[in-house]
């Protein structure tokens, strides 16, 4: 571990942040604030989002802040026993990573449309605890039956707890409509990272 960035909130270490900076990292950090990706205009997002590499690397915002950047994992259809799809697995695979190297981070599991009486977001919180996560890092939003519903109930449970960015983390088809959605959903009052999970 290297030494603490002196004046920056919950900085893990001088090594996380200079691992966190490459070219892709800073371009796609400039656009989260700025170019059109923190507003509430839908188009301006839209277009500004298009614009970004998606990528596995750690967001800037979150090496720089993790106390109150948001690691928020999108959930999937479970199967009809309840357990969970390889797509979901990988999705936490890739969270479970940034958590574990960002241990100050809090973790948004968010998906409903039960099966067999679990939801995506308790499915998904059993596996992070039982992958050495501590339980009290996870809030589950178990509600939402799609993206959109994603993003705006996680909105609630962002703004309650006073977040500064979001680091949406799910498949790599999906990540960028749902950084759309979830900017939209913030309306520009904090910027929306996106991390892809692994096959």
Known sequence: MGLALPGVAGAQSSLDVVDALSAT?????????????????????????????????????LALNPLTTNIVVLGAGLYADGTM????????????????????????????????????????????????????????????????ENAVN????????????VVVVTSPDHLQRAMIDFRVAVAGRMPVAGVVAPY
Request: glycine content about 8%.
């Open 85 to 148: 799809r390889p797509v979901l697995v990988s999705r936490l695979q890739g969270a479970l990573q940034l958590a574990q190297r960002f241990p100050l981070a809090p973790i948004v599991v968010t998906g409903g449309v039960p099966q067999s009486g679990v939801t995506e977001a308790q499915a998904m919180r059993r596996w992070l605890v039982a992958n050495g996560i501590p339980d009290f890092r996870i809030t589950e939003e178990n509600r939402s039956r799609s993206t959109v």
């Open 154 to 165: 996680t909105d609630v449970i962002l703004r309650q707890r006073g977040a500064s960015g």
């Open 25 to 61: 990292t800073l371009v796609n950090g400039a656009l989260s604030v700025a170019g059109g990706c923190q507003t509430p205009n839908r188009d301006l997002i839209t277009s500004c989002t298009r614009l970004e590499t998606l990528t596995t690397q750690v967001p800037v915002m």
